[in-house]
């Protein structure tokens, strides 16, 4: 028997098929009633790019220090020609700059763009099932050499699963872009090691989201979300936007 909350939409998953069946090239909109806007870029009906959500500049940064980490991303020299924050793939954008330059591999650059829609398809998916969903093709942007394709039968597969078990680990009212924040020391210092309370006062401080911690931790966000729940439920540490 299926659970209802570890659902994907079946309208949002059919809009994604059509996109691919179809062979399409071009933006694929997507608008949740709550205002969140999330760009899906297509190239004969597979995923080259994505961007939109809660952090844009924060999750490029994130995955570049993962996967691209002889970048020092403080240090980038770019002229106003490389980057038009006005463009909505700027971030896209970004990497074909250092590549054309030499400084980041193809490699670093698909690792970079799986990481990044897989990452945007699990916060639709979260966003899809407490709100509605507004999907719309344009085709004004193609990108017309990407850099990496991402088959888009594998991500919705991916999407499906990676909600599946966030939502079985009693965390689908949870955004893993929310960052943990002690709120009641003594009570924690009570029941956990020294070290360990060391360790939660250091990342626990509200600036790391549950996605930056997975990086730090060299995690996934679900078992350090999963490890962090009791705390949460008994008020000991909040989850805050940031």
């Known amino acids: 028997m299926s659970h209802p909350e570890m659902m994907v939409s079946s309208e949002l998953l059919d809009e994604f098929r059509t996109c691919t069946q179809i062979q399409y090239s071009g ?13 899906f870029y297509y ?5 080259v790019w994505a961007t939109g959500g809660t952090h844009p500049f924060r999750r490029w940064r994130r995955h570049m220090t993962q996967h691209c980490p002889e970048i020092d991303i403080d240090q980038m020299q770019l002229n106003s020609k490389d980057l038009s924050t006005s463009n909505d793939y700027w971030d896209y954008k970004l990497l074909e700059v250092l590549h054309e330059k030499q400084k980041i591999k193809r490699e670093h650059i ?12 699990f916060d639709l998916a979260q966003q899809a099932h407490f709100n509605q969903i507004q999907c719309d093709r344009i085709n004004d942007v193609i990108l017309e050499a990407p850099m990496s394709f991402t088959s888009a039968d594998m991500s919705l597969k991916f999407m499906q699963d990676t909600w ?3 939502s079985e680990a009693g965390l689908a009212n949870f955004s893993p872009d929310l960052a943990p924040i002690l709120r009641r020391p003594e009570q924690l210092q009570q029941m956990v090691s020294p070290a360990v309370y060391k360790n ?16 730090k931790m060299k995690q996934s966000p ?4 999963r490890s962090l729940l009791p705390y949460v439920l008994k008020g000991i540490i909040e ?3 940031v």
């Open 164 to 166: 599946k078990h966030w």
């Open 222 to 225: 679900l078992p350090i979300a």
């Open 110 to 121: 698909n690792s970079v763009v799986e990481k990044t829609i897989a990452e945007l398809l």
């Open 27 to 39: 933006k694929l909109n997507i608008k949740s009633s709550k205002g969140h806007k999330w760009i």
């Open 43 to 47: 190239r004969l009906g597979r995923i």
């Open 200 to 215: 939660f006062v250091n990342l626990m401080n509200g600036k790391y989201t549950l996605r930056d911690l997975a990086v």
């Open 239 to 241: 989850l805050i936007q």
